[in-house]
């Protein structure tokens, strides 16, 4: 696309909002300001050889894990930046115990909450690798004018308004999905802005390359296990060449599967029975995202979408991409439930 022909993600959302003549702009608003955040921490990614970010922060967040000095950089830029946006009720980050309310009067009177995971993948900053910001976006059940409460994070991610993810990789892209399709954005350097780059995504209802951690193979169910021979069998099999592609941040896999197709899968297994990803900052946002634009995700029995969570931080196995590989994986995940 030429520079005299971009559309910045602002001038998108703007004629989005057009269709929706009852549209007050706040839903907007907030993508803007994730948006904002998103240049802010891709600042920071792009220097971290150069400066005194890289490696252990020296504290570990609520689910035990260490953090990472850019996990704690990006959760504080999220959080600083939503409370001044006015147009955000609270927050929950993965990196946080619990929610954080925003209890000026503008922000007590707004419809959205957020949810996030600040900087997915955290453990490959050291690597360069791909990292990148899930993020989710609901409609409060509490009541306006009052701070928001635990159950307006609490809710299911078939009421979803809008979620999305920002990746740093070789370019820094924005991608987010409403009921309307999902849309990316690349950032465009030279006027720091983010530029309509993929319009209307859809995901291939079948694939080639299927995203998991193979080496954890002998903890997974027997039904896993044999998904996993058909899809290494069937790889001399003409017609059916499937490649195995793991990076290790959900963010990149999901990214590569949205784009070219195939399947990410983080199951159950002996050592995380409930599933290790979380529901409502990895698994719903994703999901939702993925759907959106003609994939699937399961949690190996039902639509992750439909799960009503019951804490914050819950976690979920993840069966997730193309329509047609998830459904493939699925018949021999439901076939035989038994973790091995």
């Avoid at 791909?130 to 509490?142: A, D, E, K, L, N």
């Amino acid at each position: 696309m030429s520079q005299n022909m971009l559309i910045t993600m602002d001038e998108f959302t703007i004629q989005e909002t057009r269709k929706f003549p009852q549209a007050t702009g706040e839903l907007s608003a907030l993508l803007r300001d994730l948006g904002l955040a998103g240049k802010i921490i891709n600042k920071h990614v792009r220097k971290a050889g150069l400066s005194d970010i890289l490696g252990q922060h020296g504290a570990t967040n609520v689910q035990g894990e260490e953090q990472m000095k850019l996990d704690v950089f990006a959760n504080d830029t999220l959080i600083n930046i939503l409370k001044n946006s006015t147009d955000c009720a609270g927050i929950a980050s993965e990196e946080n115990d619990d929610h954080v309310c925003y209890e000026d009067t503008y922000s007590a009177n707004s419809k959205y909450v957020v949810l996030f995971d600040p900087l997915d993948g955290s453990s490959n900053i050291d690597v360069n690798a791909s990292i990148g910001t899930i993020f989710s976006i609901y409609r409060r059940v509490s009541e306006l004018g009052k701070p928001c409460t635990e159950a307006d994070f609490l809710q299911p991610g078939n009421k979803l308004m809008a979620a999305g993810y920002i990746i740093y990789g070789s370019s820094t892209m924005m991608v987010y999905a409403t009921k309307l399709g999902v849309n990316g954005f690349t950032l465009e350097p030279s006027i720091g802005e983010f530029c309509l780059s993929h319009p209307n995504i859809k995901v291939p209802e079948n694939g080639k390359i299927y995203s998991l951690n193979q080496g954890n193979t002998v903890k997974y169910s027997e039904g896993m296990q044999n998904f996993l021979n058909f899809c290494m069998e069937n790889k001399k099999e003409e017609g059916r060449p499937y490649s195995h592609r793991y990076i290790g941040s959900m963010v990149a896999d999901l990214h590569r599967t949205l784009i070219k197709g195939g399947i990410f899968i983080y199951p159950a297994d002996k050592s995380n029975p409930k599933g290790k990803l979380r529901l409502q900052y990895e698994c719903n946002p994703m999901t939702f995202i993925v759907e959106a634009a003609g994939g699937k995700g399961s949690d190996g029995k039902g639509n992750i979408l439909d799960i009503i969570p019951t804490e914050l931080h819950q976690r979920t196995p993840i069966f997730i991409g193309s329509k047609n590989m998830v459904n493939k994986a699925l018949e021999f995940v439901q076939e035989k439930e038994t973790v091995a």
